[in-house]
């Protein structure tokens, strides 16, 4: 299935059987009501800087001292997993800041703890950004809360 962000600030394709679901204003949320294994979730942030996603895997990368960089497809992307227990059940959640251009993302998938990321990176590896459109607003990378729960 493909999804085109508001604005088309970015296109993906996602498994068939999953939905869309708008989580917040900018982020998105992706899985499937009929049997879970897992919610993907996209934030896209534009700057006026020309190296703005760049500039935002290098800092994840300094900030978050458990991230490395690894590449999905094109996308090279900080990456990052945490585990945390909700209600007696315990999930991990892996998370990918990754973008070009005037464009960042942030992508995270949360799935039961052992639970297989390649859904996710494969949603990854079909994201393309559309570099020239146009935004009402400018949200700073920086103030994004990391933590994602289920």
Not at 71 to 96: L, R
Not at 132 to 144: I, Q
Request: proline letters at 4%.
């Amino acid at each position: 299935m493909k999804y085109i962000s508001p604005g088309g600030w970015f296109s993906l394709e996602y498994p068939m059987g999953w939905h869309e679901f708008e989580d917040t204003e900018e982020s998105f949320l992706f899985y499937n009501p009929d049997r879970w294994t897992g919610n993907f979730r996209i934030s896209a942030y534009k700057d006026e800087a020309a190296d703005y996603g760049p500039q935002c895997i290098a800092y994840e990368l300094k900030e978050n001292t458990s991230s490395t960089l690894v590449k999905v497809g094109k996308w090279d992307c900080a990456y990052s997993a945490e585990t945390f227990q909700e209600e007696g059940a315990w999930y991990t959640t892996h998370i990918w800041v990754t973008g070009e251009g005037d464009l960042s993302f942030e992508c995270s998938f949360t799935v039961s703890k052992g639970g297989d990321k390649h859904p996710a990176e494969e949603i990854i590896r079909s994201c393309r950004s559309a570099r020239r459109c146009k935004s009402p607003a400018v949200r700073s990378f920086r103030s994004v809360s990391w933590k994602s729960g289920r």
